[in-house]
């Protein structure tokens, strides 16, 4: 699965890291070629004023003095002197090294006296200076390196390779000037870092403004729009995803879901009508049945009959039942404040008849205080109803159903039949579901029924065994 913010947030990381990683090397590098370039404009300065005042004195000698060797070279009074006069020249710049060689490459003087009489011919930048006419200079990093005041160690240094030309032009050999930038070149080792945590704080914060910011509220009304999605189901409709503030890219898959919920929509209401009509058509022909039955000689047969009739009517009443609840604008929806312990005394006094008939009691116990509970009157009373039909037509005759009131907004119904026994206690709960052997004339729609109820007003109902055997189905409301 592509996590396009993570991916997103973590690949602009390394863009941006790399961005200034190389800023930082392109300035280091172009620091660097000034810091040559400028070595070795001073460099040629100093080699001028160098060669000003020697050549008067010792060009003739460094002209002539091609055909001697090392020892011989370094021996000669010239060499001290030229030392001398370099050493003075060099004073207080920071110069660590001069060489002269002739045309053909040989070392006739060096500050360092070991390098005298060193052929040099072979080298590329001295070759190229002689040839051209032009300086070269290069950087090195030298570990040790033996200077005018001995040895020095770790030196970033600039050589550079400067012509010797007199007024006609022609090139007569070349000096080599060693200058120590080490303190500059650490300098911008120190600036190209700084630079770097300057950029970096910078464009970190852009980062976290673009990344933290810019994008994790682009994304907000995805994650909205999932969120409410989420809570969309059969009986939500009329929910829709937001499109405010979705990002352009994402518009189109919402709104075509949104479009496709419609037709959802349509098709699931025209179910829910047909359901209600069907139920609805199905009692009139059931009256009418009713009525013609009573006309029959035949009692016996009519009261059998009769029985079945009203079975099915309850079962189609059930039906309507459903489908009400089930509707778009069901009165379920209008949840108000109601007291249940009134509407327990309602229900009960409506069924005590029909429980004493049967050689059945009922009974409520408990708080005598009203019971302030989220629900809806109408709604509640039908569940009620639901529960104690049930509890009276398991309990045997001469028990009785017990309807226990608690404060907290909870109501017991106790019998004392054959109770549910523990793996029915989801099923009971389903849509037609009936226990094994059940006779009596339902459809199973009943606790279904009772369920969707009580979870309208975001209750909940369950069923265990009574102390003494039988069932006990418990309603809990939200107290208010
Ligand atoms: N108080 C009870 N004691 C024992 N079994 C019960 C009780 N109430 C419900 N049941 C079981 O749950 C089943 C489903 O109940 P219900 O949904 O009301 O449908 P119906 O009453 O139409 O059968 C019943 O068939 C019965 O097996
Ligand atoms: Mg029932």
Redesign the pocket.
Known sequence: MLRIYRYLALASAVVLLLALAMVAWFYHQHAVLNLVEISTKHNVGLNRVMLNTLWSKYGDYLISARDLDGPTLRARPETREIHETIKELSAGVNVLKVKIYNRDGLTIFSSDPAQIGEDYSGRAAFMAAVRDGEPSSALTFRDRFSAFSGEVFQRDIVETYVPISIEDGDILGAFEVYTDVTDIKQRIARTTFNMLIGLFAIFGALYGVLVFGIMRRAIAPIRRASNQAAKIGPRSSGVRLPTSGMPWEVLPLVTAVNLALDRLDRALDAQRRFAADSAHELLTPLAVLGAHLDTLNEKKVATALRQDVDAMTD?VH?LLDLAELESEGSVINETETVDLREICVEVITMLAPLAVRDGKQLALSGTEDMIMVKANARMLHRALR??I???T???PPGTRVEIQLDEEGVVR?T?Q????PPE?RDA??HRF????G?T???????????KRIVESFDGSVT?SDAPGG??C?TIYLVKI
Request: glycine letters at 24%.
């Open positions: 079962v059930q639901n529960l039909e049930n509890a037509a398991h309990t119904v019998d039949g054959p109770g549910v029915g009971v709960f579901w009936r226990g094994d059940e009596g004339s339902g459809a199973g729609l009943g606790l279904s029924i009772v069923v039988g069932a189905f």
